[in-house]
């Protein structure tokens, strides 16, 4: 995974304006890069200082995930969350991209911490986006022009015939 992680960083990183207009779906921009390194010596993929169309500055925090967690990832992203929030004193988007099924441990984006006192009482609730690449349509991703995203097509639903999608981008 490490390698996979790694350029997966380095490709989100290079072309973050891509990945940002794909996963929030308003106008924002991208203001710069914050260090990933957290307290606790935890280190999260990529956060980006965003400003939304309002004006209002956030935390953007970008997770790539190929394999299951060996911690949950609900309880991961919680953490970074509030870590984040701590470090920062700024509201926080996190989301995760899932590469494949394996990945998926079907939090379906949130923590839900009880009390196990009387009714299990919700005591927190925290949620996250996700975005599972072989529940895309890869050829709508690929219309949008993000070259940032195109390596992850093939992970993605393509019509067939798929080498007409990736030979598309490839030339791109």
């Known amino acids: 995974m490490a390698k ?3 350029l997966l960083k380095k490709l ?5 304006n891509d990945y940002v207009q794909w996963l929030i779906p308003e106008p924002v921009t991208v203001v710069r890069k914050l260090d990933s390194e957290l307290p606790a010596t935890r280190r999260v993929d990529l956060v980006y200082l965003i400003v939304n169309s309002r004006g209002e500055p956030f ?4 997770e790539f995930q190929q394999d299951r967690s060996e911690v949950p990832m609900n309880l991961r992203m919680l953490g970074y969350n ?3 929030r701590e470090e920062h004193r ?3 988007c996190g989301t995760v991209i899932y590469l494949k099924p394996v990945a998926d441990e079907g ?10 006192i009387g009714d ?4 927190l609730t925290f949620r996250y986006n996700e975005t599972k690449l072989w529940e895309l349509n890869g050829k709508a991703l690929l219309k949008r022009g993000w070259v940032g995203t195109y390596p992850l097509l093939s992970l993605t639903q393509l019509d067939e015939p798929i080498e007409d999608s990736l030979r598309q981008m490839v030339n791109e």
């Open 59 to 62: 935390v953007f925090h970008l």
């Open 82 to 84: 509030v870590r984040l």
């Open 4 to 6: 996979v992680d790694d």
């Open 12 to 16: 989100a990183d290079r072309h973050i």
């Open 90 to 92: 700024l509201s926080t």
């Open 120 to 123: 299990d009482l919700d005591v």
């Open 107 to 116: 939090y379906n984006g949130q923590f839900v911490g009880k009390c196990p």
